[in-house]
């Protein structure tokens, strides 16, 4: 059984593995390939021991205007209001069921609490592309940002303290 090792910013270097994943889904791998480049997002991946890439997963600057929100996600907040977006999250199809994807997850979240910290950001959002990722973040602590509005997000307020 494979071990991970933390997320860490996808580096030049990784170039090379780049072609080797494959979470079996085209746009995402392809994503990965490509996107990091433009600097408008960070991508973090995690590597096996042996260095083979796992997972990665994408941060960047979002903000999320209130008529997209629920009333309790815009209250005392700006218009737009600050967020951090999950771009992506994708494990290589050879070590899916592996809890992974919630390890990623629960890595970009505390990436998120430590930013908000410093630069004030409400919340993390996210745009499932199918019903299964959905699912997924909902049973990890998402929830809806408005009713008939597919964008989920994890309101970070309560773990940072402005104290």
Not at 25 to 38: G, I, M, Q, V
Not at 52 to 77: I, P, Q, T, W
Request: with cysteine.
């Amino acid at each position: 059984m494979a071990s991970f090792l933390p997320p860490r910013p996808l580096q030049q270097a990784d170039e090379a593995r780049l072609p080797g994943f494959d979470c079996g889904s085209e746009p995402l791998n392809r994503w990965l390939a490509h996107n990091d480049k433009t600097g408008g997002s960070r991508t973090y991946v995690v590597s096996t021991e042996s260095g083979e890439l796992a997972g990665y997963f994408c941060l960047a600057a979002h903000s999320v205007e209130h008529g997209d929100l629920k009333a309790k996600y815009r209250r005392n907040m700006p218009n737009p209001v600050p967020t951090i977006l999950l771009g992506r999250l994708a494990v290589d199809k050879k070590y899916a069921g592996r809890g992974l994807g919630k390890s990623m997850l629960l890595a970009a979240i505390r990436a998120s609490i430590e930013i908000a910290k410093s630069i004030g950001v409400a919340a993390v959002v996210v745009h499932p592309i199918s019903e299964e990722a959905e699912h997924f973040y909902l049973k990890n602590g998402f929830a809806y940002a408005r009713e008939g509005n597919p964008m989920l997000l994890f309101a970070l307020g309560p773990f940072v303290s402005s104290k």
